[in-house]
C-alpha cells in the first residue's frame, strides 16, 4: 500500500522554526521528485518547495532563504526544514511525490504561526 505520511507541524510563535517530515511506504521515493506544497482554506494549494531525485531544490520567493528541503533516500522520508516563520505560513502542509504517471499525496499536517 502506498502512502505519504507527514509529521512535526504544529504551533509555532513568529519568528520560531518546525521541521516537517514525509515517511513514504509502498514504493521507494529515489527515483521520485519529492514537493512540499501548502494550501489555506479559499485558496488553491501553492508550492513550497522541490527537490529532484538528484537533489536539486527549487523554491518560490515567499519562502526562499527560511525553508530548506532535503531527502533521505535510506530513510524514505523527506524533510521541511522551516526557519522564521511568518503568520502567513499558517497551512496545511502536504508532501507530494512524482515519477512519470506515478503521482501521491499525504494527507497533509497543520502548521500554525502565532503568538
Known amino acids: 500500500q502506498v502512502q505519504l505520511v507527514e509529521s512535526g507541524g504544529g504551533l509555532v510563535q513568529p519568528g520560531g522554526s518546525l521541521r516537517l517530515s514525509c515517511a513514504a511506504s509502498g514504493f521507494t521515493i529515489s527515483l521520485y521528485a519529492m514537493r512540499w506544497y501548502r494550501q489555506v482554506p479559499g485558496k488553491e494549494r501553492e508550492l513550497v518547495a522541490a527537490?529532484?531525485?538528484?537533489?536539486?531544490?527549487n523554491y518560490p520567493d515567499p519562502v526562499k532563504g527560511r525553508f530548506t528541503i532535503s531527502r533521505d533516500n535510506a530513510k524514505n522520508t523527506v524533510y521541511l526544514q522551516m526557519n522564521s516563520l511568518k503568520s502567513e505560513d499558517t497551512a496545511v502542509y502536504y508532501c507530494?511525490?512524482?515519477?512519470?504517471?506515478?503521482?501521491?499525496w499525504g494527507q497533509g499536517t497543520q502548521v500554525t504561526v502565532s503568538s
Open positions: 507530494n511525490a512524482r515519477w512519470y504517471v506515478y503521482y501521491y
Open positions: 527537490i529532484t531525485n538528484a537533489g536539486g531544490t
